[in-house]
């Protein structure tokens, strides 16, 4: 397949990267840093670019059979998340291709006895000022795009803590935030990427948010 990566050099874009160039897709990397994306390694399969995401046109995005929206930004700015959703899915309404694929935060998933979202414990940290912005906005990317039914997406979602690190064996979920037996929730950005990619070529979700989380 063509799949295209909006934040091709964050932690989560270079992994999606590195797991479908494994697999033989073809890749075109997008990212604002030229001086990144000459560090991703070189491959036959992949082409990168110095893009700007806000100004990707129908065109653009239509050359491809999956779109992954990887981008990351800093909390001040965290309303970009919806911002780009929403101009993604503004230049594909009424289509079937490329698939959007977004990953989404875990502060949108929900968990406890009375199943609150877990944004809400996450405000309660005494750093929170600093990142709260950031799944705060990610949950209003998920609110929105729920009611996007006109165009082809899916969403992911990793687990409390997404961190780097190689893919391990992974858990899915829909909307509950997930744990292993040791009561550890995180999430790899390899594990995701598997997960992303396994959903790319075997698709099993259509229109809504699953989660993974390392097991």
């Known amino acids: 397949m063509k799949i295209t990566v909006i934040g091709a050099t964050g932690m989560a874009g270079s992994a999606i990267v590195a797991e479908a160039l494994k697999r033989g897709h073809s890749v075109t990397a997008l990212a604002r840093s030229e001086e990144k994306l000459a560090k991703l390694p070189a491959n036959a399969n992949l082409t990168?670019?110095?893009?700007d995401a806000f100004q990707l046109t129908t065109a653009d995005?239509?050359?491809?059979?999956?779109?992954?929206?990887?981008?990351?930004?800093?909390?001040?700015?965290?309303?970009?998340?919806?911002?780009?959703?929403?101009?993604?899915?503004?230049?594909?309404?009424?289509?079937?291709?490329?698939?959007?694929?977004?990953?989404?935060?875990?502060?949108?998933?929900?968990?406890?006895?009375?199943h609150h979202l877990f944004v809400h414990d996450l405000e309660q940290a005494p750093e929170a000022a600093s990142f709260i912005s950031v799944p705060q906005n990610q949950l209003k990317e998920l609110t929105f795009l729920r009611d996007v039914d006109n165009v082809n997406w899916?969403?992911?979602?990793?687990?409390?803590?997404?961190?780097p690190g190689e893919a391990t064996a992974a858990k899915l979920g829909t909307d509950e935030l997930l744990a292993n037996d040791q009561g550890?929730?995180?999430?790899?950005?390899?594990?995701?990427?598997?997960?992303?990619l396994n959903e790319i070529e075997n698709p099993q979700h259509h229109q809504t948010r699953f989660t993974v989380a390392d097991n």
């Open 48 to 51: 990168t670019r110095t893009q």
């Open 61 to 114: 995005l239509t050359a491809s059979d999956v779109v992954v929206d990887a981008f990351a930004t800093a909390p001040a700015q965290a309303y970009l998340h919806v911002d780009l959703a929403t101009h993604l899915v503004s230049q594909l309404r009424e289509t079937t291709t490329p698939r959007l694929a977004f990953i989404l935060g875990a502060g949108s998933l929900l968990t406890g006895d009375d």
């Open 154 to 163: 899916f969403g992911v979602s990793p687990a409390a803590n997404f961190h």
């Open 184 to 196: 550890e929730s995180g999430t790899s950005a390899g594990t995701m990427a598997v997960a992303i």
